[in-house]
Structures are given as C-alpha cells and as structure tokens.
C-alpha cells in the first residue's frame, strides 16, 4: 500500500469511527457496523471479532489519524492544510461514535475506561494544536 493509500484509509477509517451508533457492532475486517443480535454474536463469534480487536481498531486510527495530522500540518500545500482541517473535524466527530461504542458495551467497565483514555486524549491533543495549527487557506467566494 503506497502512503497515499494509507493516509486514505486513516482518514475513512477515522471518518467511520464517527459513523457508530449505540448497540453497533464494529467487524473490523470488512469495516462494517452490525446490530447487536444473535446472529451478529454468532458472526463475530466465527470471525472471532470482538471489543478487544473493536479497541485496538479505534485506537489504532486515532493514533494514525494524529500522526497525519502532524504531518499535514507542517506542509506548505494548500491541499494539505485543507486535509489538516479535515482531520480535526473528523476527529471531533469520532467522539460520537466512541460514546456510542461506550454505551454499547456499558457492562464492561474496562472497556469503558479504554474508550475514556481515548476521548481525553483526542480532548487533549486537539487542544494543544488548536493553537500551533496554520490558520485556514483563504476559499474562494
């Protein structure tokens, strides 16, 4: 995979993160959301899909997702800095579907808490490049 297939797939990663809905059901292999049911239970049994591979799933985007925006960041493109901007609002957005992964799995306190490290370090990060970021490339009108 080139590296702009990669950034690609980061970024429609981090944009599905988003797209989570309380009781979904993440197979991480074929980048689907299912309801909770018995049949999904029976799939993600087969599949061995599970909330430990639905964590490694999320915070492996959002730790990508940071590194690209370092990197756009830092670049004199225009495009890029569009980019930058693209990333920290699909960033925010992430934060819905990381509650509703909470709410789905409320049972399970450790989990919770993974997905509460992760919201605090997207709150955290976000913050401190609210700041350092370029401003916004002018649009034309």
Not at 43 to 67: M, Q
Not at 85 to 108: C, M
């Amino acid at each position: 995979m080139t590296t702009l297939e990669h950034n690609k797939e980061t970024i429609s990663r981090l944009k599905f993160i988003s797209k989570i809905t309380i009781n979904g059901k993440i197979n991480a292999r074929y980048m689907s959301i299912q309801d909770d049911s018995y049949v999904t239970s029976l799939l993600r049994l087969i599949y061995n899909d599970n909330r430990g591979k639905t964590l490694a799933f999320v915070s492996d985007t959002i730790t990508r997702s940071f590194e690209l925006l370092k990197f756009y960041e830092k670049s004199s493109k225009k495009s890029e800095l569009i980019m930058c901007d693209n990333i920290v609002v699909d960033l925010r957005e992430s934060r819905n579907g990381l509650n509703a992964l909470k709410e789905t799995y409320n049972s399970d306190t450790k989990f919770k808490c993974d997905i509460d490290t992760l919201l605090q370090m997207i709150e955290s990060r976000l913050e401190e490049i609210n700041g350092s970021l370029p401003p916004p490339p002018e649009t034309l009108s």
